[in-house]
């Protein structure tokens, strides 16, 4: 007997692998009625066609039951592994109808759209589009929000339609996961769309710093149901636009102020003008190219370079002292 623990240990291990099986991006089985896009592959449109082999399509307003098909397609030998190809239905989106043999309408076959893609990326720490920002402040929890055409695949197939969220980093790297505010890390392969539009909830933070190093991160989104994006690949269709954003931990539109160094500027030299001195020895020294004259011109006022000459005054005194001793002598 196995014990009631392992039993219970391999019950887990089987959930386990159930839950690990890949889900099949394929979902080719179309019914009568049902929606196919632009670019899918390998469709099996057997119940949607019933006996008939060929299918028209009728301009709008069109009184299907009086008049012929605007354009027709002979499906024979394309039932089982059928494409809608750009070529044959660009310009016929709608409703497509079952001819008979007659080339009357013998009920709706399929409804033939232009698949529609885009993605937004929103900031639920401080509610608002990070595209408004163009920037994510360090730390803040993110979601992204899928807007398609795609939700009517999860209820008329048997399984919804699968999408896949492009992060790039500023490295080039793409991620195939993401990492919570938690640590919790999220696939962002393969998401099924259930909804319009469709919500990731808070699945990205950018706190994990040895993860998502600053700088611009490239954000897309694609998918390549029945391979419609390999057959396709149109911006805004199978898809998205891209997205560029920021992530830094300051605004980037706000800027530290920077003070000015102070200008240095070289003070003009200041010629300074030799003090009038009776010197002539302090004269030749300011130029000495050109040794000042010390001729006087009778009846003229010295100027500053005309100068008498040293000891002059000391003569005068000496010379007077003379003339009194002798004029005292003589006197005697």
């Not at 008049?67 to 409703?95: A, C, H, W």
């Not at 790297?173 to 919500?199: E, H, Q, R």
């Amino acid at each position: 007997m196995i014990k009631h623990e392992v039993k219970i240990l391999i019950i887990l291990l089987c959930f386990s692998l159930l839950f690990a099986l890949p889900v099949t991006a394929a979902i080719n089985t179309i019914s009568q009625g049902n929606v196919i896009f632009i670019g899918e592959e390998g469709l099996d449109i057997s119940a949607a066609m019933g006996p008939d082999t060929q299918i028209g399509w009728w301009a709008s307003a069109a009184d299907i039951q009086t008049t012929s098909p605007t354009t027709s397609i002979d499906l024979k030998n394309r039932i089982s592994s059928f494409m809608v190809s750009q070529y044959e239905f660009s310009g016929y989106l709608g409703n497509w109808y079952r001819l008979n043999s007659a080339g009357k309408a013998d009920g709706a076959a399929f409804n033939v759209a232009d698949p529609r893609l885009d993605i937004k990326v929103e900031d639920t720490t401080v509610q608002v589009d990070v595209e408004t920002l163009k920037w994510i402040p360090t730390g803040d929890d993110i979601r992204f929000r899928v807007d398609s055409n795609l939700a009517p695949v999860v209820s008329q197939r048997s399984s919804p339609a699968l999408v896949t969220i492009k992060v790039q980093g500023p490295d080039g790297g793409v991620y195939t996961s993401l990492l919570n505010a938690g640590g919790m890390p999220t696939s962002v392969v393969d998401i099924p769309i259930t909804t319009t539009p469709f919500y990731t909830g808070s699945i990205w933070n950018m706190g994990h710093r040895d993860r998502y190093p600053p700088g611009n991160y490239t954000i897309w989104v694609e998918c390549n149901m029945n391979k419609m994006n390999d057959n396709y690949g149109v911006t805004g269709k199978t898809v998205s636009r891209k997205i560029t954003i920021l992530n830094q931990g300051q605004n980037p539109l706000i800027t530290k102020p920077t003070t000015a160094a102070p200008t240095q500027t070289t003070p003009r030299p200041t010629t300074i003008l030799p003090t009038q001195t009776s010197s002539v020895t302090t004269m030749a020294s300011l130029t000495p190219s050109a040794p000042p004259s010390t001729t006087v011109s009778v009846g003229s006022s010295p100027s500053p370079a005309q100068t008498r000459a040293p000891g002059f005054e000391a003569t005068l005194v000496i010379s007077a002292l003379c003339i009194a001793l002798i004029y005292y002598q003589n006197k005697e």
